[in-house]
């Protein structure tokens, strides 16, 4: 990601009056020029208004643009995408909004997905004066990392070039790396994944990833993370039209990588494992088969009903890999359930725990960074859905539970740690393409899940 942040700059820096819609008309009154021109483009400082003032000479002199009420610092995300290339600064903003917030929203909105474009072009930058510079950059380019992850299709993005941004990682933070792959998988004891994993070529077989990084007397964190490179729903194949932005089915591993970085780079006091089962959910002869029961690392039995409910069996063993590390804290993140969006929509992922603490901190952390997330129930009772008569458990809940994220939540709790544990349900997409959010890949809720890491362990 090439950096739109600048913490000095030598030349002009054009200047930028954020203003509510209260102070719009105080500051155009004390500008006839200005004035005028909002007069002719109906600019009254409403979100997202913008007015482009020249100078005398006819180039940019400065720039006027709406905050509204001046109460949400995401404003700032959408201003890359109305502005022409050059360099800028803040010159005036609202009460209460910082720099830091400024910057990172101006960051997350400038992020373009162009590796397989001929020519991208000039991105306006900004000169963040008062901002934490190295922070701003770090947390906006792991974000940029999981949306670029999740936007390459499967291609170039299989289980070796994830593997291979895993290790990228790993060797830059100075933490130790563990890959186990194909039939290796069955040694060491993850035969979910394997099942799972199996069908694809040999040149894309499963693999688990772990990343350790960290001082062994401090508290560890586990993030785990959903790596299904592409799912074409195995024999209960997808129909087309489900299957064409399945390239995306391993944004969890895409979140928990991009999560784990922004810990690492910022040296936070805890011991961090980073967990992600990464496979291809292939048909071949070799795929997995409904009515089929697969061991689990845990040594539950599981009946596959359905091979597009997936991810949970990867995150099955996954999870009990956490669950013998012992954490004080676990996180899951996957692209789990159409059910999730049928209830919260796209771009508010739900969240799973019962430890209410850890659910505080969570909703401090989303609404301190702007970062929404909303939490569902982990309603025991429909934990029945999930009996089978043959194995321990099945993959499919019986159709009377009906809620789809909450059933496929208690599946995962089953095999998740005792300790605190939350599962975020994302979607990792943004389905409507709108001025700094650009459609595709998303990063959600990892900013303030690092927000609340950073708080939970300072």
Known sequence: MTDVILDVWDGHAAPIHALTEAETTAHLQADAFAGALAATADFRGRPGQILLVPNAAGGLDRVLYGAGDGQHPTIFRALPAKLPAGVYRIAASPRGVTPDQIALQFALGSYRFDRYKAASGERPRLLAQ????????????????ARDMINTPANDMGPRQIEAIAREIAE??????????????????????HAVGRAADPARAPRMIEIAWGEADRPLVCLVGKGVVFDSGG???????????????????????????????AGL??????????????????????????ASRKGSSIEVGNTD??????LADA???ACELEPALTIDLATLTGAARIALGPQLPPYFTDDEDLAAGIEAAARAEWDPLWRLPLWKAYGEA???????????????????????????QRFAPKGPWVHLDIFAWNPRNRPGFTGGGE??????LYRMIRERFA
Not at 278 to 284: D, Q, R
Not at 443 to 448: C, E, L, N, V
Request: net charge negative; with cysteine; glycine share 10%.
């Open 319 to 321: 999870l009990t890999r």
């Open 443 to 448: 990063a959600q809720a990892i900013r303030g």
């Open 235 to 265: 024999l209960d194949i997808k129909p087309s039209a489900g299957m064409r932005n399945m390239k995306k089915d391993m944004g969890g591993a895409a979140h928990a990588l991009a999560l784990g970085r922004m810990i690492m780079a």
């Open 172 to 193: 830059q933070h100075g933490a130790q790396i563990t890959v186990i792959e194909g039939e290796g998988l069955l040694e060491a004891n993850y035969p979910a994944v």
């Open 386 to 412: 999930l009996d089978s008569e043959v194995a321990d458990l099945k993959n499919d809940p019986d159709g009377w539970a009906q809620a789809g994220a909450v059933t496929a939540a208690l599946f995962l």
């Open 269 to 294: 006091p805890v011991r961090l494992v980073i967990l992600t089962p990464v496979v291809e959910n292939a048909i071949s002869g070799d795929a997995m088969r409904p009515g089929d029961i697969l």
């Open 130 to 145: 008062g901002a934490d510079v190295t922070e701003v950059r770090q947390v906006a380019h792991a974000c940029a990392l």
């Open 309 to 314: 409910a997936e991810g949970r069996l990867i």
